[in-house]
């Protein structure tokens, strides 16, 4: 177990509740994904589980080492890379941050540079690169710490399509080289039963665990798996769980 939620309240000022009673577990090199409507505190539940915002009430338990520097990475839908570096200083800068030289830091870099796919563009500036580039570069910039956890909030939901599919199956094999848990939030129910091991799904207003769903491990996540009858079934029953949440709570 590498994090654990113990009936968590999120409440911000003026009484507005984010999160109700949530509860649930993320393990070692776990692939977790959440689904929910806007509004569901999808967001409230990575800072918290960063160590970036406190619950109100309730417990959040870490393993020891979430603490050390680095063992936590955030990717933003928005890539916020520097536009005056390059794709290799972008990398760089949490190591930098960290007192790692550049020199130090090479090696590191331009192994991440062949996992992501970016050896021939390390001196470009962002400006240079097509957004899914961009978000690779903020991928590995994140990964460039060798993080425990990495934390995902809707990183592919600026991208078309095509892009944010390939990403998505890249995630996947970079997740099983790095050997990380990932907690990524998305708003695409077919992207988180396809990434997921397990799905949980949110309710809103205020946040709360309505479902969650184990996804069984296929021989590959392809396009065979997403025209399968389990693939299809569980996308639809996210959506139903979701739709009837929601009509329960405009009448509540």
Known sequence: MLLQFEQVNRTFPEQR????????????????????????GKSTL??????????????????????ASGSVAFV????????WASVFDNIWLPLRLAGVSRAQSV?????????VGLADVAM?????????????????RAMVTRPRLLLMDEPFGSLDDFTRKRL???????????????????????????????????????G??????????????????????FFLQTVNRLGDVIEADSRQGSVR
Do not use: Y
């Not at 998505?168 to 997921?196: I, N, P």
């Open 17 to 40: 509740a984010a999160l109700d009673h949530v509860s649930f577990s993320l393990h070692t090199n776990e692939f977790l994904t959440i689904v929910g409507p806007s509004g569901c």
């Open 168 to 206: 998505g199956q890249d995630l996947l094999r970079w997740w099983r080289q790095e050997k990380m848990s990932v907690m990524l939030v998305t708003h695409q129910l077919s992207e988180a039963v396809l990434l997921g091991q397990r799905v949980i799904a949110m309710g809103a207003r205020p």
């Open 208 to 229: 709360r665990i309505i479902e969650v769903i184990k996804v069984p491990e296929p021989a590959s996540r392809d396009q065979e798996f997403m025209s399968s009858p």
């Open 46 to 67: 990575l800072k918290l589980a960063s160590g970036l915002d406190q619950p109100t009430s309730g417990r959040i338990t870490r393993d020891g080492a979430l603490g």
């Open 107 to 115: 090696a590191r870099i331009h192994s991440l540079l062949d996992v």
């Open 124 to 140: 470009l500036r962002p400006a240079q690169l097509s957004g899914g580039m961009r978000m690779r570069v903020s991928i590995a």
């Open 76 to 83: 933003f839908q928005d890539a916020t890379l520097m536009p």
